[in-house]
């Protein structure tokens, strides 16, 4: 037996668009089709009569936007073929439960009052007289009577095997819902004829939905019955709970379906209002709401005195977090965050991670790292206390960058990975409902890519960029878009680059901080500069207003090393003298604070200057400083993007017996990255191109090493030196180490 069910017998677009323009002759665009075959769902009967329709439509873009299940084509042939061919209880019974955006045995039970005698059906008939009778057209037979909640779902089953606009959305056949041109006639005929039922369907549903922890679904339920007290109450009970999973995007469009008087009127909405509009933006108008609402507050009754106060509390954490938000790191704005922290009760500890971490901002902002640092843990740890994931994972991303900004890649890491894993613990793997999520993959990609191991960061930070796109990401794709810039750059892609920068630009535009803005366009003159753009450099640097004779302070610390790059690209004996009085005296604060991971960056431009200035001893000083400082976390791509200039450099390094077995690496990487970006646009000679990895063991394998030597060199196993060595023989045909070296040089996979 072959069986043919809904979806073999639904037209598809091209099947769709033959009948429309070939058949009944309407020379539809292919949107226009593509829209009615989705408001259809490719139904053939639906199809024809929308077209019959059109036949007397003289505004057919018009008529297409609006179709509907009202259209008196449709209406009559559902009503006389359909609806009127069923029993009286069962039409109830689709009537009813047509207000359910998806039917279950136990919800629809739980909405359905049977006819208008309520759990009776018409004429005293019992609930199970609702099932479609013998003699109906569509049905076969009815199922034997059971409890009511089986009842429904054996109900959906008769209409699912019936084909009776019913579509199943599991394998289970457990969940349904109505084919949307047949719900909106059945809505329409549920409003004509017994509207006063509509707002009990609703707030039945929403009691079911309520129970069963779909707390969007009660709400949209209380919200259709027009029953906003109990749609308040939902949204105060639940707002605290969405803060901490960051859905801060859906609290704000919840409060905003309520009237606004109920959301000005009631301290707890007006507090989380306040919080919404915080985490979502834009500021405009962010202080009147936060007046508005600490005004609700205080005119609460003196026997409401400790609940005023613990939100009195809140509103002032609210303004002084908004306050450094929009970049005001005042002593008085500090001072305000740091009374409400100590105003708190002490189990309060969500409050207290939020507070903590946006004083953690503060002080990172302001240059005071190591108080940033234990700012970002003591917010973490108050943010575990209270479950609150949205703070745990923003603490520990900001926690790990300023790792990151220390020299500590191994923790920032772990840091990364933890996270990751406590949301798939939490919350199943992937995760994608959790934006915040995707930090940690932004935060792994940018270390990857450090480590040179651009496909696997690359992987990371494309899930991050998709992860965080979404509301409630805060900035989060921003980052991502400027580290797969540099990616593309690295893989010697420049117009992929360019167009990521681009799209990192376009969201700076909308950020609440000025300062945002600022340092995605020093992002954007790096990638210039290593594009050789130089003039457009030169242009940024005559606008800049920086002052070289000055020591810059924290905050502008990114620009001044921005502008040594630009003199470096100039190779001018004057300015290049500047570059090193520059990097000199960052490089003494830099020092003095720990912050090795921008300490390297910084040594390895000087050392760059001092190359250039010919005064090679003192270059190589420098660089051993570098090597050392970066050698114990695998410090890569910091000194392969620095291009040529630094692998030269390596090379007398090397011939110094300067940290031999980093240095090695480091040249293998810069000679690897050469090859690539020397041969990039053209074909391989190879039937399997090699990958970046085993490039980098065939460079080191030429340099003379040992496998032990390059495992250490690599910090890898012997095991897998030896795997790779395999894949690299396999691809280049040869059976030695000889015969590769000599075979890559032929083939110019290796530079020496």
Known sequence: MIEFRVDDLRFTAAEATALFNETIGLKLSTEEVAKLETRTEG???????????????????????????????????????????????????????????????????????????????????????????????????????????????????????????????????????????????????????????????????????????????????????????????????????????????TLWRWLNKLPPEIVRTDPHLGVAAAWARLLTGPFEGFDAVLEATEQVVTRLPTEAATGRQGLLVEVQAIRAIASIEQGDTSPAVMQ?????????????????????????????????????????????????????????????????????????????????????????DRFGPGARHIPLAGAAHIGLGKLLYEWHDLETARRHLEQGFEMTNQPGGIGFPREASVAMAFLHQALGDEQAAASWMQQAEDMARTAPRPQVMAQVLLYKVRLQLAQNQLTMAQRWARESGLDITQVPDYSAEMAYLTLVRMFLAQADQKPLAVAVDVTTQLLQRVEAQQRWGRAIEILNLQALAYQALGQVDRALTVLENALLVAEAEGYLRRFVDEGQPMADLLQLALARKISPGYTRRLLAACQAEQVRLTTQGKLQPLVEPLTERELEILNLIAAGLSNKAIADTLFITVGTVKRHSMNIYGKLGVNSRTQAVVKARALTLIMS
């Open 336 to 424: 305000l965050a740091q009374q409400a922290l100590a105003d708190l009760p002490p189990d309060n500890h969500y409050l207290s991670s939020v507070l903590t971490t946006s004083l953690a901002l503060a002080y990172h902002t302001k240059g005071d790292t190591g108080a940033a640092i234990q700012s970002f843990t003591t917010a973490k740890s108050s943010a575990e206390q209270s479950n609150n994931i949205f703070s745990i994972l923003f603490a520990g991303y900001e926690l790990a960058e300023l790792q990151v900004e220390h020299g500590q890649l191994r923790l920032a890491e772990s840091l990364h990975r933890q996270a990751l894993s406590l949301v798939e």
């Open 43 to 249: 139904w053939i009967a639906g199809l024809q009569l929308a077209g019959l329709s059109m036949q007397r439509q003289a505004n057919l873009a018009g008529f297409i936007d609006a179709f509907a299940g009202d259209d008196q084509y449709i209406v009559d042939y559902l009503v006389e073929e359909v609806l009127n061919q069923q029993p009286a209880e069962t039409q109830d019974f689709l009537l009813q439960t047509s207000i359910l955006n998806r039917l279950c045995g136990p919800l629809c039970a739980a909405v359905f009052s049977g006819g208008d005698a309520g759990a009776q059906g018409r004429g005293g008939e019992s609930f199970s007289s609702l099932l479609p009778h013998p003699s109906a057209p569509l049905l076969e037979s009815a199922p034997p009577p059971v409890e009511k909640q089986a009842l429904s779902q054996e109900t959906l089953e008769y209409l699912d095997q019936a084909n009776l606009f019913i579509v199943p959305l599991d394998n289970k056949r457990e969940w349904y819902r109505y084919h949307r041109l047949f719900a909106e006639l059945l809505q329409n005929r549920l409003q004509r004829t017994r509207p006063d039922l509509i707002p009990g369907l609703h707030r039945r549903a929403g009691d079911w939905y309520k129970g069963n922890g779909w707390v969007g679904e009660a709400l949209n339920h209380a919200l259709s019955a027009s029953d906003y007290d109990r749609a308040a109450g939902l949204i105060a009970q639940n707002a605290q709970g969405m803060l901490k999973r960051g859905e801060a995007t």
